[in-house]
């Protein structure tokens, strides 16, 4: 699968479409852009679109933010379907400040990714 670099970021960055459902449901969320973060432990998710589904807060966890300040944040268990995929029970965290997902190492650990920056194309592999 692969997918060019969204221009409209400067400079510009990996962007997939994902789409988001409660547990063994059908998708009713999305597709929503996320961009892909190599350096994010897990996957963020709005918290508006989370609510959506209407599920229960699975757990709470600190996150270590971008600046190194310690936040508690909800966490919910959903399924992602990435390009055809499904991935079941991943646990998300809800961002109560952001309009943008992150597709964090969560799941990108499932794959094989490769960034190539020199071309701005992003590749997935299973």
Not at 28 to 54: E, F, Q
Not at 58 to 69: A, H, P, V
Not at 84 to 112: M, Q, T, W
Request: hydrophobic share 45%.
């Amino acid at each position: 699968m692969k997918y060019a670099y969204d221009a409209e970021y400067v400079p510009p960055a990996p962007v997939v479409e994902i789409l988001l459902s409660a547990p063994e449901e059908p998708y009713s969320v999305g597709p929503l852009h996320a961009i892909v973060d190599t350096g994010a432990d897990a996957t963020l998710v709005p918290l508006g679109h989370i609510k959506s589904l209407g599920l229960p807060i699975d757990n709470r966890k600190y996150l270590c933010s971008q600046f190194g300040e310690r936040i508690l944040v909800d966490v919910y268990t959903v399924d992602i379907g990435l390009n055809g995929l499904r991935f079941p029970l991943i646990e998300v965290i809800a961002d109560e400040s952001g309009n943008e997902a992150i597709l964090g190492r969560n799941i990108l650990n499932k794959l094989v990714v490769t960034l190539d920056g020199p071309r701005q194309v992003l590749e997935l592999c299973i």
